[in-house]
């Protein structure tokens, strides 16, 4: 077998040199001589999703030992939007991995690699930077951790902190009660197990061709996770063998194919920002038309929690995305090439069909069209994301005064306060890419929303993000942002707002004389970090329209 070494234009005393370092690592003649696999995982022992990492990387470099490679393994750690830090890093976080990665195999001359990513904005992260390099490629997604249960039921670690520690405070549960809960609460050794972003995220990953199939639905503790990543080890030397490039696989069909699961599983908000990203890597635009055409046209078929009753081993249990696209099979286009080297066709021939329960049949769906889909209008002129599965159906049509706070802190005490009354569209700006900078995730003010038995009663928008497990009338991604005087920056306490999800519009209802003198009295505001990465990021980043990844140009 032979193989073309990316080495082989190399100065003869650079390959020398070379050599040297690489027996330095502790590689022999044949380690040397074989094709060099780039390992690169999110392991670390900084939040419960990835510390098992550590295991799936040893899989993944027995298999590419197995098959005739040398793993060279290297780590950059994820990071965990539910533990208490600075959330502007977050966002920001995933373009630091892409390049991070990018530097390290472009420096070290790999000829193929395997990418082992867990968590929110580090699977795109990776996604991105195996679009970027493009040489052989297969993702092996790190898996969700299973779940203990209390009193019968399980224990979501994402309703620990809200659901329970609310009951805890309010004096439905006593101290006792929410000890036993905190203490099996958060098992570990994966993502969360819900579909948020994460496992959204890992579900887009399959869905695009870039991993085994079923990888995306199995828990990070299980064994079938080492197996597959064995597996994964193994395939990618035949992906080297073949000159099998992800610009090979990720073309626009499988984008569309990608979107259409999307909208099936109920998916993250965050999944359309970061499909925007990893597409602008192949300068491809994936436009608010091309998700509001799949919402339209896509059943949801999955209802895996927040937006119904299971939990990601139920997806498991029923076939995982497997089973998923094998239902949209008459949606999607079969002809596109994966990871596994044949068509989609080819793989849906051996995936089972949905359990009738936890994934349905698109002619009996759990509701008729997809969840996610983009406003435009006067307010968003680039558009404003909304997660219409998760809208109460009497706020699909909705008009209030504009109320507008600094923070969320500050919204959600008001709130708390009893100071918003039913009606009221409520906004928080100026946390952009670019403004706050990092686009912050906003989860606290819909939680009490729910919590205060407001969440059919107030909407909320912001140009930030929201969790992947957000419900209500929550319009995010507004764009352009308004630290750079998109109309989000005019609006000002009791003007209009006019939100129509069934004509995918949001309007500011304030006429053009009066916009145009705010305008031209608008100036743009200082930024608020202005050392270190944060500061470059905010210089950097592109549109939300376009993912929010970092401008070329």
């Known amino acids: 077998m032979s193989y073309r070494k990316k080495d082989a234009d190399l100065p003869e005393f650079a390959k020398v040199e070379r050599e040297e370092m690489l027996r330095g690592v502790g590689l022999g003649g044949e380690g040397i001589r ?17 510390v098992h990492l550590d295991k799936i990387t040893q899989s993944v470099k027995n298999g590419i030992w ?53 968590c929110d904005d580090v699977v795109p992260g990776h996604l991105m930077a195996l679009a970027r390099i493009d040489i052989p490629s297969i993702v092996v997604t790190g898996g969700y951790m299973s779940v203990n249960r209390h009193r019968g039921k399980p224990i979501d670690p994402l309703t620990v902190a809200n659901k329970h520690f ?71 030397m035949d992906l080297l063998r073949d000159d099998i490039r992800p610009s090979q696989i990720l073309t626009e069909q499988a984008f569309s194919n990608a979107i259409r699961v999307l909208m099936a599983t109920g998916g993250s908000t965050n999944g359309v920002l970061h499909l925007q990203s990893i597409a602008a890597e192949l300068d491809m635009d994936l436009s608010p038309a091309l998700f509001n055409e799949a919402s339209r046209t896509t059943p949801f078929i999955c209802g895996i929690a927040p937006n119904g009753p299971g939990m990601m081993q139920d997806l498991d249990e029923a ?26 066709a080819e793989t849906l021939k051996e995936a089972p069909r949905g359990d009738g329960k936890t994934i349905r049949s698109i002619d009996e769906p759990l509701a008729p069209e997809g969840g996610l889909m983009f406003l435009e209008g006067s307010l968003a002129p680039e558009g404003a994301l909304v997660k219409k599965a998760a809208v109460p159906p009497p706020m699909h049509q909705f008009k209030g005064p504009a109320r507008i706070f600094a923070t969320e802190d500050d919204a959600s005490n008001s709130l708390m306060a009893g100071e918003i009354e039913p009606g009221t569209v409520v906004i928080v700006r100026g946390i952009g890419p670019a403004g706050d900078p990092g686009m912050r995730l906003l989860q606290r003010f819909l939680w009490l929303s729910a919590a205060k038995g407001m969440m059919d009663k107030i909407a909320f928008l912001t140009d930030g993000r929201f969790s992947g497990t957000n419900k209500g009338c929550a319009v995010a991604h507004i764009s352009p942002e308004a630290a750079v005087g998109g109309p989000l920056a005019l609006v000002e306490d009791g003007d209009l707002i006019e939100i129509d999800i069934p004509k995918a519009r949001i309007d500011l209802l304030v006429d053009e004389a009066e916009m145009t003198r705010r305008r031209e009295a608008w100036s743009r505001p200082e930024p608020r970090v202005k050392k270190g990465y944060l500061a470059l990021y905010a210089k950097m980043a592109d549109s939300t329209a376009r993912g929010a990844s970092l401008k070329y140009r």
């Open 166 to 236: 609310t009951d805890f405070k309010e004096g439905r549960t006593d101290r006792r009660e929410f000890a036993q809960i905190q203490d099996r609460g958060c098992k570990g050794t994966g993502a969360c197990p819900v579909m948020g972003t994460a496992n959204t995220m890992a579900a887009m990953t399959e869905a695009l061709g870039l991993s085994l199939p079923g990888t995306a639905a199995t828990p990070g503790a299980d064994s079938r996770l080492q197996r597959i990543a064995f597996a994964a080890g193994r395939r990618v």
């Open 34 to 50: 074989r094709p060099q696999i780039g390992v690169v995982s999110s392991w670390g022992e900084v939040n419960p999703g990835s």
């Open 319 to 344: 076939g995982g995305i497997p089973a998923v696209m094998k239902e949209l099979e008459t949606l999607l286009d079969t002809d596109v090439m994966t990871v596994t080297g044949q068509s989609l």
């Open 66 to 118: 197995a098959a005739g490679g040398t793993p060279r393994e290297f780590v950059i750690s994820s990071i965990c939007t539910s533990m208490a830090g600075h959330d502007n890093y977050h966002l920001p976080h995933r373009d630091l991995v892409a390049s991070y990665i990018e530097t390290v195999a472009m420096t070290n001359l790999f000829d193929a690699m395997v990418f082992v990513p867990v």
